[in-house]
C-alpha cells in the first residue's frame, strides 16, 4: 500500500506544471540537509571535546543545553519542515481508507529529515561517551533513548499547533517569555535543563 501511495504521489510530482522547478528546489533542499548534517556531527564533536574547556563533563554540558535545543528543534520543524497535508489530499477522493491515508501520513512525517537528524548528534556524541568517555554503555543507551523520544514527542507537537493557531501563539509565546526571564536573569533555563536531564542520567546510572 505505502508503494502505491509513493508511485502515485510521483506521477502527481512529473506531471506537475512546476516540475522543473520542483526539481531545483528538491536539489536545494538536499544542499541544505547536507549542511545541516554536517552541524549535528559537528556539534557532537565539539560538544564533547569543548565541555572540558568550559568546565563540565561531555554529558554535563549536553545536559544543559538539551532543553534550548528542544526549544529550538520546534521552532525549525514549525517553519522548515513540509507536512505532507497538502499532499494527501488527492488520496482523499480514491477508494482508499482514511485508516490507510493517515498511517501513510505519519509515515512521512516521521521520515522527513527534521524527525530524524538529532540521530546525527545522539549517535557521534554516544559513540566518544562510550569508547572515549568510558562511560557505562546502557546508561548512555538508555539516556539518549530518552532523549530521541523527547525529540519525536516535537514532531507530533509541531503537527498539532500547525492545525491550531491559538495553540500555536500560546506555546511561541511562553517560550519568549522563559527567554525572557532567562536574560534578565530571573531564572537560569540551563541550570534548570541540567537538573532535569542530568537528573535524568544519573538516576539512570543509578539503576
Not at 3 to 15: A, G, I, N, T, W
Not at 78 to 96: D, G, R, S, V
Not at 131 to 140: D, I
Request: with cysteine; charged share 10%.
Amino acid at each position: 500500500m505505502f508503494l502505491k501511495f509513493l508511485q502515485l504521489e510521483l506521477k502527481s510530482f512529473v506531471r506537475s506544471p512546476q516540475f522543473a522547478a520542483g526539481i531545483l528546489m528538491k536539489i536545494g533542499m538536499l544542499f541544505m540537509y547536507a549542511y545541516l548534517a554536517l552541524i549535528f556531527v559537528g556539534g557532537a564533536i565539539g560538544v564533547y571535546f569543548g565541555a572540558k574547556k568550559v568546565g563540565y563533563e561531555p554529558i554535563q554540558l549536553f545536559s544543559r543545553i538539551f532543553l534550548v535545543y528542544i526549544a529550538i528543534d520546534l521552532l525549525l520543524k514549525y517553519f522548515m519542515q513540509q507536512l505532507p497535508a497538502e499532499n494527501i489530499k488527492p488520496f482523499l477522493t480514491m477508494k482508499i481508507s482514511k485508516n490507510q491515508v493517515a498511517g501513510y501520513t505519519l509515515v512521512k512525517i516521521l521520515v522527513s529529515f527534521f524527525s530524524w537528524a538529532f540521530l546525527l548528534f545522539a549517535i557521534p556524541f554516544a559513540a566518544l561517551l562510550i569508547f572515549k568517555g568510558n562511560l557505562n554503555l546502557v546508561t548512555v543507551l538508555l539516556y539518549f533513548a530518552a532523549c530521541i523520544s523527547m525529540v519525536f514527542i516535537n514532531t507530533f507537537v509541531n503537527t498539532i499547533i500547525n492545525k491550531s493557531d491559538k495553540l500555536m501563539y500560546s506555546l511561541f509565546g511562553l517560550m519568549v517569555i522563559i527567554g525572557g526571564l532567562h536574560y534578565f536573569e530571573i531564572i537560569d533555563v540551563l541550570a534548570i535543563s541540567e537538573s532535569i536531564f542530568y537528573g535524568l542520567y544519573q538516576n539512570i546510572g543509578f539503576f
